[in-house]
């Protein structure tokens, strides 16, 4: 929840008028109290979590209070900034020179929008600091290809990605092995709100298993938490039933690698055609026979037990008709997130769709291609137009098919590469 974790909430309560904003970040008077991430197996404390606190009896001591001082007086990069220092200065003398893992959280604006500050402050760690990144999932779908973007440019900068809230929106689960996060956090408490936390659990346990992420399960406060934790396959559990959150690093164990940044790398760059003709074998056909397949990813999104995100490159406006507008409008209308992309093709081409604009030289542009993926569903027609003159129906086409889950992902980054907010 940004700066703020689940537990925060209880911390909202009112306080007697104290200082501002403004006096808070000039004195220096915020603070970060440390929650510790303990495997659920061992029972071995393996990071901590930076929770913001202001100065104590004022109305700023809550995390809340001070967030929604940052958003009203337009100072929240400060606040965050401030945060940052704080906990990473912790993190280095606290830690009385031990190698520590140190989870900070962002706001969605700061990671799409002031990164900069982001990565000052994670220059300045001390060596023995290592630095994941915790983000929530509403990030996503406000400015996928920002948060994205961002994402790459931390984990360049050697910081893991935490995705917080996972769940509380169900069909978000489509953005995780989009985003890719090191980490997946699940809440306890919002499982119990959604209509099949088996379901999310489910999906989460899946990409991990696939990703190689570790999974979080938060609001543990009893032994029953910590077994259902467990049976939902968390690897890693916080909660009140080891700590509120302490002005301390107690010891702790060093498992970097759990904990490790992994890059998407070259895909962002690349176009869905180049990247499936390295290693898959290619064929060619006309347009009329490759566009009923192209109508099958479609249905097969439309069907899935967890909705995915589905993504189409068009070549050019042109070939978005329509016939064509209406199917993605339907798709909109179910999907968390509908995306067409092509030369000369608008912010929003049909209601409920992002658009985006490929320049002509673009190598996407002269590419057909119709990425699904979600939570249990990859799939993709990837094709490239010949080049050869006659009737629409008539053109020729390499493509290729594929299920193969880590190409239909990158696939899908190249292409959410490309999209900007508009």
């Known amino acids: 929840m940004g700066l703020v974790s689940a537990m925060d909430m209880h911390h909202a309560v009112a306080r007697e008028p104290g200082p501002s904003l403004d006096d808070v970040l000039r004195d220096g008077a915020l603070h970060c109290v440390y929650q510790p991430f303990v495997d659920v197996d061992t029972g071995t404390v393996l990071a901590f979590e930076a929770l913001l606190r202001g100065p104590a009896g004022t109305s700023l001591q ?51 929008q002031r990164l900069d500050v982001v990565l000052e402050a994670v220059a300045t760690r001390a060596e023995h600091v290592q630095v ?57 408490k919002l499982l ?35 077994t259902r934790a467990l049976v939902l396959g968390a690897t890693l559990g916080q909660g009140w039933l080891w700590s509120r959150g302490e002005r301390r690093f107690p010891p702790s164990a060093f498992r970097p690698e759990r904990f490790a940044a992994r890059p998407i790398g070259a895909a962002l760059r690349a176009t869905p055609f180049q ?12 347009k009329h026979l490759l566009v009923p397949l192209s109508k099958t990813l479609e249905l097969m999104a439309l069907h899935a037990s967890v909705p995915p995100v589905l993504l189409a490159a068009f070549e050019h406006v042109r070939f978005f008709r329509p016939a064509t507008s209406r199917r993605f409008t339907t798709l909109a209308e179910h999907l968390p997130f509908v995306a067409a992309l092509g030369v000369d093709i608008t912010a929003e081409p049909a209601t409920g769709v992002r ?11 002269s590419e057909w291609t119709v990425v699904v993926l979600g939570a249990h569903t990859a799939a993709a027609l990837i094709a490239r137009d010949l080049g050869d003159t006659g009737t629409d129906a008539d053109r020729q086409f390499a493509f290729a098919v594929t299920y193969d889950r880590a190409l239909v992902t990158a696939a899908a980054h190249s292409m959410v590469g490309r999209l900007t907010k508009h």
Do not use: W
Not at 166 to 173: D, I, N, R, T, Y
């Open 132 to 188: 994941v990144v915790e983000i929530t999932e509403r990030a996503l779908a406000e400015d996928l290809a920002a948060v994205l973007s961002g994402a790459e440019k931390l984990r360049a900068a050697g910081c893991a990605i935490a995705l917080d809230d996972v769940g509380v929106h169900p069909e978000s689960l489509a953005f995780i092995p989009l985003l890719r996060p090191e980490v997946v956090k699940l809440d306890l």
């Open 192 to 226: 119990r709100t959604v209509k099949d936390p088996v379901t999310v659990a489910g999906a989460v346990r899946a990409y991990a298993e696939q990703a190689g992420a570790e999974v979080v399960a938060e609001g543990i406060e009893t032994p029953d938490d910590l």
């Open 62 to 112: 809550s995390p809340l209070a001070l967030l929604d001082a940052a958003r009203e007086s337009g100072r929240l990069a400060d606040l965050e900034r401030a945060s940052l220092r704080a906990s990473l200065q912790d993190a280095a003398g606290m830690s009385q020179g031990r190698p520590v893992t140190l989870f900070v959280n962002l706001e969605p604006t700061t990671l799409t």
């Open 355 to 365: 658009g985006g604009h490929l320049a002509v030289g673009d190598p996407l542009a």
């Open 275 to 286: 990247l499936v003709s390295a290693g898959h074998r290619i064929r060619h056909a006309p």
